[in-house]
């Protein structure tokens, strides 16, 4: 399968914990997304990478969260000190134009 | 305001309706436009493009009006598989290079026999 994956899937945590999140975009793909969504909303945009550098991050995107992409290949996305309100479904996207973007399957977090 | 706004929905059509979708966005500097489509449990996937001279795929006719900032989504000939949620997503670019994509909340279309 060449499409976009993330890993992992699932991820239950408890409040106050840090959790990471991967990414492996389409290989030649060197535009990353990292969105997030909630049940009956749109996808929320987090932050782009082109290459290896972050060149836009989201102003709603807390301290608490911090994304990767160091070498230009997966991304990793931190969430620290997880909160309640953190729950939610993780989407990262991969496109090699401004036009179409592929998405993975995302990971579903649930903080308890 | 929210940035992109779209028809709360559901909507519920027989086969065979043809069904329009509006969207808004607050955005001047918006300049890429977009309908994806969501099913449900599942990752969102491209539908088309939105030019400003209008395009059109198949059975799928995405309109852009830029001065009154309006997209419109037409579906002629409704089936059973185009129920999903519909998104419209902008985009903005910036100087330097940042791009930032805005989806709207999405309408649900159910397609009834």
């Known amino acids: 399968d060449t499409g976009v994956s993330q890993n992992p899937r699932h991820k239950i945590t408890k409040r106050g914990q840090n959790v990471t999140f991967r990414c492996d975009p389409i290989s030649e793909h060197n535009r990353l997304y990292w969105y997030r969504q909630t049940l009956g909303q749109g996808p929320e945009f987090l932050t782009y990478?082109?290459?290896?550098?972050?060149?836009?991050k989201s102003r709603l995107l807390s301290d608490r969260f911090s994304a990767e992409r160091p070498k230009g290949s997966f991304s990793t996305l931190e969430i620290q000190r997880t909160e309640q309100g953190d729950s939610a479904m993780y989407l990262c996207?991969?496109?090699?134009?401004?036009?179409?973007?592929?998405f993975g399957p995302g990971t579903r977090l649930t903080v308890t | 305001r929210k940035e992109v706004e779209q028809d709360p929905g559901p909507f519920n059509v027989p086969e065979g309706a043809t069904v329009a979708f509006n969207c808004t966005y607050s955005?001047?500097?918006?300049?890429?436009f977009f309908w994806y489509r969501q099913d449900c449990r599942k990752e969102p996937k491209l539908l088309m493009s939105?030019?400003?001279s209008g395009n059109e795929d198949g059975r799928f006719t995405a309109q852009l009006n830029r001065a009154s900032q309006y997209i419109s989504l037409l579906i002629r000939d409704s089936k059973l598989s185009d129920s999903a949620t519909y998104l419209c997503?902008?985009?903005?670019?910036?100087?330097?290079?940042?791009?930032?994509?805005?989806f709207g909340p999405g309408t649900r279309l159910s397609v009834l026999p």
């Open positions: 939105v030019y400003s």
């Open positions: 990478f082109q290459n290896e550098a972050q060149l836009e």
């Open positions: 997503v902008v985009n903005i670019s910036s100087p330097a290079g940042g791009q930032n994509f805005v």
């Open positions: 955005n001047s500097a918006s300049q890429s």
């Open positions: 996207a991969s496109s090699r134009t401004e036009v179409e973007q592929y």
